[in-house]
DNA sequence: GTGAAAGCGCTAACAG
DNA sequence: CTGTTAGCGCTTTCAC
């Protein structure tokens, strides 16, 4: 037991790994049966497979899956491609993801893309190099060298996020023109009549504000402010925008915000002018991170469910791996729901 | 190219994968020279090379390092056990962890363990299965068993966060008292002298705040509130826990809320109660999420950098599996410090 | 600078 | 139910 003092020998490994032989010379049998043990206990008799097991207690065996996965061409290993897990959505895509391909034996190997499209295809090259049974890749579209690379290792795909594109196998999109009608619709259902909106100006966005301004036009409400900012929103850049839109809010008018960073900061201004919230100003956000529920008010907003789109990835992948389950070639949309809180 | 309607076949590969021997086949050359332009590229004569790097290009030779690893006995992967990554010290922590090693050649395996203790062991035994080169493992205590195997890996390993313990072999550490001392301080040198906390009652926290308390009144400070609450930390708990003092917040007082989900909550109450920020009462939270910086006002609070933390235990690990720089014996803390905003 | 032989540790496939 | 044989695709080692 090494301490602070004696530290671990830095490249030899103490004593030579025990491997299968090992426990096979152990426990009288041969390498094949104890194999068998660990991987197909059923066919291997009770008494032998006490015997083996004994033997690799004693040894502490752990078996070497990577010979295994050579031979057995079955890594056991999946890929997971996001662009950063600093995003609550992707932690949780992540953190669902990797729990459920575990419990079904499935080691997940991260790796972290970026936003920008740098060196996408080396990535994949490591990645597909340790020959994963199969790839979850989410958010960024890829380039024509990624998608062939993808499409010659073989292996199921799920891709997550963009509906827009043609998926390269299996996809667990997400849609945000349907966000922008939700919300439009909500915020109609309310009997609004009057609406603005503060986006960032990142193209999803922007879907998100088109199709809510022309959800709300077509029936029949009025725009009365819409602010672009440039990427990232900041709570700073939604004060900013509200002030700028306060002298047109003369009415009582729905807020839809592209971020709850940016509702935030738009909340912080309308309470700096005494706007009553939400009976002059009705605000929904996109996100739910944490500050929109524990703001005061707690506001409204959309949540989009990481942790889901983690399951549906893993459940879609798993059918294919182990070919039970219905087949799934239809993309599936992430749900959204609308947090209904205190701003609305 | 498959489409919606002509997915990938499930679970045969299309073509045979090409391999060492096909690009060698292509290239004229021996497999093996066709492992050193891949792998020593300087030992291949320029002409050499060349050929082979064109017979790599048009078969689309990606090699499997699954392979090379077995055969080298070097997997170029590295096992990170994290508890969670939707906190964001721990999605710091891994984001740069995972960025650092895969710029060396290293692929991360991701595991989730949780906070419960359940089954630690099973989930190291997937993770060793995979023969990592290395071992990050963050949060949690460890049982014998795990210990033991651990160490009978063999392979470097960087644990991250308790400095309590005797580590297995290097250690990157926080040290919670650090923290209580530093805010005390922080507040003493502002020349408070009534102090307060509120303190969710894990373990980590409780140190922070006994550090706290004994720091202000070893400096001759009087504590007018201490309240425990239950963890999880919520906004909702910091408003009661405020209410609950605010009949001995007589004086101007500085609060040490053990979380920044707490301080929102408190100081959401102490607006509420129209108690002036920062002159009657001073807020400093811990943990700097977003909402620390997004609030109004935003408020103090103690930051601890997951991020540093990954880069220093992939350079530590990155050390010993190359064998270049200092070797590092010693414990290294993670620095932390106190991001002074509007609230104190 | 290049190649041939011999495994790495395991499992598929086939016998018995 | 258990064992034997023959690789998985690469790299090590040693020749040339």
Known sequence: MPTRTEPLPATDRPRAPVKITDVAARAGVAPMTVSRVINTPDRVSPATAAKVRAAIEQLGYVPNLIAGGLSSRRSRMVAAVVPTIAH?????????????????GYQVMLSLSGYGENDKESLLRALLGRRPDALLIAGAAHTPGAFQMISEAGIPVVEIWDVSRRPIDMLVGFDHEDVGQAVARFFLAKGHTHFATISADDSRALVRNHTFTAAVRQAGGTMVGEVIIPAPSTSQAGRAALRQMLPA????????????????????????????????????????????????????????????????????????????????????????????????
Chains 1, 2 share one sequence.
Not at 88 to 104: V, W, Y
């Open 88 to 104: 609550p959505m992707f932690a949780g895509l992540i953190q669902t993801f990797t729990d459920a391909m575990r419990t079904a």
């Open 249 to 344: 809010l003369t009415q009582r008018t729905a807020l839809f915000c592209s971020s709850d960073v940016l509702a935030f900061g738009a909340l912080t201004e309308a309470r700096h002018h005494g706007l009553p919230i939400p009976d002059r100003l009705a605000v929904c956000g996109f996100g739910n991170f944490e500050l929109s529920a524990a703001s005061e008010p707690a506001f409204t907003t959309v949540n989009v469910e990481g942790a889901e789109a983690g399951e549906i990835a893993a459940s879609f992948l798993l059918q294919r791996l182990t070919g039970h389950g219905p087949r799934t070639d239809e993309p599936v949309h992430i749900t959204f729901r609308i947090v209904e809180r205190a701003t609305t």
